[in-house]
């Protein structure tokens, strides 16, 4: 599969073979990269396994909620947080969430036919943080500014976010049959400091729309983000259901 496959059986030992990540690439539940191997498209040299790195724990301390990066999707879709088990439970089928990771569905590449990380956008409303090493150290971030840096580099280890205390909204719109990728995905969490908006599936990356938090207008998430063309929706389709989807959440999570 590589050149060369590196297995550590630590968190400690995973930080230490990926160093600056220069020629390594992660393996965690290998639902989109054993594809692009199968068709010939990537031939890594140095594979850095993250199966038995230790970093599948899912915990609660007090209210903030930890999300190790190998926790596998289903573990969310059947868990207790209802706004992350919403878009969890749409992401592939069984098979592939009991595979794909948390930390993968973050860090994945911009499919060629389909957007991919549905995940980004409840992380996002949620105010989620993300803890990576890499060059430099160690870091927490939040999860959108994790999502719009350079990622190369980057392994993460885990995620965390306090426990919603407020309303919240979920909106996603797919084709309906199996294995159907997201049209659109949009979250929303309110609390005490206003509102947190989070979109994924229209475009490469999930992102957060201030424009929409500031103002409440559903149109100003155009401001925010770009759409993009691909085998499941027209850019243009995704503009318009876009402003449905964040009105709707606007007017659930405000009723
Ligand atoms: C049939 C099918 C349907 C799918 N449907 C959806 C869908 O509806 N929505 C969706 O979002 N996705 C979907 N996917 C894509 C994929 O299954 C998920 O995004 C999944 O969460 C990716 O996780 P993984 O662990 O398998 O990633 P991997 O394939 O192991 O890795 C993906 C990328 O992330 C990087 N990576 C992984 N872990 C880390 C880490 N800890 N630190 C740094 N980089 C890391 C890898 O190097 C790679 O570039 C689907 C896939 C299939 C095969």
Redesign the pocket.
């Known amino acids: 599969m590589a050149a060369e496959t590196l297995v550590p059986t630590s968190v400690d030992e995973a930080t230490k073979l990926?160093g600056d990540?220069d020629g390594?690439?992660?393996?965690?539940?290998?639902?989109?990269?054993?594809?692009?191997i199968a068709a010939g498209r990537l031939k890594p040299a140095r594979a850095?396994m993250?199966h038995r790195s230790g970093?599948a724990e899912l915990r609660a301390d007090g209210d903030v909620v930890r999300i190790g990066?190998?926790v596998?999707?289903a573990a969310l879709a059947d868990g207790a947080d209802e706004l992350l088990a919403r878009?969890a439970s749409?992401?592939?089928?069984r098979?592939?969430?009991a595979?794909?990771?948390?930390?993968?569905?973050?860090?994945?590449?911009p499919?060629l036919a389909?957007?991919?990380?549905?995940?980004?956008a409840p992380l996002i409303a949620l105010g989620a943080r993300v803890r990576?090493t890499g060059k430099g150290g160690e870091r927490t971030e939040p999860v959108e500014d994790f999502l719009g840096a350079d990622?190369a580099g980057?392994?993460?280890?885990e995620i965390e976010y306090d426990r919603p205390s407020g309303a919240w909204s979920a909106q996603t719109m797919?084709r309906r049959h199996?294995?159907?990728?997201?049209i659109a995905n949009v979250a929303v969490c309110s609390s005490a400091d206003g509102l947190r908006v989070g979109v994924?599936?229209v475009g490469p990356t999930a992102v957060r729309s201030r424009a929409v938090e500031q103002s409440r207008n559903a149109e100003d998430v155009l401001k925010d983000v770009e759409t993009v063309d691909d085998a499941v929706a027209s850019a243009e389709y995704r503009r318009k259901m876009l402003v449905v989807l964040v009105r709707r959440a606007l007017d659930e999570v405000e009723a």
């Open positions: 990926f990540g390594i690439t992660v393996f965690a539940g290998g639902t989109i990269l054993m594809p692009e850095l993250l970093l990066a190998m596998p999707v878009f749409q992401i592939g089928d098979e592939v969430r595979g794909a990771t948390v930390g993968g569905n973050l860090c994945a590449s499919g389909a957007q991919r990380g549905d995940l980004g990576s990622r980057r392994l993460v280890l797919r199996a294995h159907s990728y997201a994924s599936g």
